[in-house]
């Protein structure tokens, strides 16, 4: 039996489908190079886990995240503007980042634009969008252009893989740290001894969050019923009559009756979907803690500590409602610079209310 000296580390690759379809088939091109650049240049294996469909993942993904921050296991999100598009692709992001920042591992995620990069700025009204820009993005968009065996592709690969070897390298060396700090010992959970305070100290932060999720949900119901209002009184009726200079100025008058609501509206939002995804990160990893108790009577009464019974608003079917409502104004929409512009935070907010409400379903139905 031949011995082999090689190692391995993982490397999670997120994307768009309908961007792969694009770039025909360049993104698993672009996974598959990267791996064997890998390879070249340290005698290592890359498993590149490419497909979200793919066992790759795993069903439990969300809670096991940290483990695999802590193994030193690289996040590449492949960025074109279709990708904030996709709630699946919203969660992976945000998951990552949020978990890698409890861990001060944020490094440890890589993000690639193949596409848009002129759109990605700290600025910009979709939080996702400015995740991107804050964790410095790596521009392939000209390797992606040139495409694969180009000289432009076999660069920006090498380079790529390079700095995959020095993040990995600094995340083994820094692995020891890479635990969310704790408090002193209290008491036997029924937990490995080192993991008792790691626990304690995520549910004490988990009640630090508790409060401002709720002040924050009273906030987006009262918003997302402004806004409401806002459309239902500022909806022009009978303008069928009204000729295209009357119609437009109609669009500018309600453009600026709506910009304030669907501001506010996005500002709740995206500040509701924070805490919620801050939170997540925190139940993830007492869910992970909670998994390793053997006794099953335990493991029920520390996931009653943590996980709520039951939820007062059924926050998601009130976004879905503003989502038809929004839906309803799209052929308005196309036809007014001023109202789509105005719209826009709106649709944000909502979305962003709708990814919040997902998760937190999320811990009411998953055990």
């Not at 989502?323 to 929409?333: G, P």
Request: hydrophobic fraction near 45%; charged fraction near 25%; glycine fraction near 4%.
């Amino acid at each position: 039996m031949n011995s082999r000296i090689a190692q391995e580390n993982r490397l999670f690759i997120s994307y768009a489908h309908a961007d792969n379809d694009l770039f025909g088939d360049a993104v698993k091109s672009f996974a598959a190079d990267l791996k064997g650049f890998y390879a070249v240049k340290t005698g290592d294996d890359l498993s590149v886990f490419f497909d979200r469909e793919s066992i790759g993942w795993g069903d439990n993904w969300r809670i096991e995240i940290d483990g695999e921050l802590e193994n030193a296991s690289i996040f590449m999100p492949v960025i074109t503007m279709q990708y904030f598009n996709r709630p699946a692709c919203r969660d992976e992001l945000n998951a990552f980042n949020q978990s890698a920042r409890r861990l001060g591992a944020q490094y440890l995620i890589l993000p690639v634009v193949i596409a848009g990069a002129a759109a990605i700025r700290a600025d910009h009204p979709i939080p996702e969008v400015a995740t991107i820009a804050e964790l410095q993005y790596r521009n392939l968009e000209e390797a992606f252009l040139a495409g694969q065996g180009t000289s432009e592709w076999r660069r920006a690969l090498s380079t790529l893989a390079d700095e995959l070897i020095t993040l990995i390298a600094r995340a083994e060396q820094a692995a020891p740290t890479l635990t969310p700090r704790g408090v002193a010992n209290t008491g036997d959970l029924g937990l490995p001894p080192n993991d008792d305070s790691d626990f304690l100290s995520s549910v004490a932060e988990l009640e630090e969050l508790t409060p401002a999720m709720t002040r924050e949900v009273e906030q987006v119901l009262a918003d997302l019923e402004a806004w409401a209002a806002a459309v239902e009184s500022n909806t022009p009726r009978g303008t069928s009559s009204l000729t295209a200079q009357q119609m437009r100025a109609v669009s500018v008058r309600v453009a600026n009756q709506l910009r304030d609501p669907s501001q506010k509206l996005h500002d709740s939002g995206v500040r509701f979907a924070e805490t919620v995804e801050k939170a997540d990160a925190v139940m993830n990893f007492i869910k992970d803690q909670i998994s390793r108790v053997p006794d099953q009577q335990q493991r029920d009464s520390l996931k009653a500590l943590v996980i709520p019974a039951d939820k007062s608003t059924d926050l998601n079917e009130v976004a879905n409602n503003m989502a038809e409502l929004l839906d309803s104004m799209a052929s308005v929409e196309m036809m007014s610079a001023p109202l789509r512009k105005s719209l826009k935070p709106a649709r944000i907010g909502i979305t962003k209310i709708q990814d919040a409400a997902r998760i937190v379903n999320r811990w009411l139905t998953n055990d």
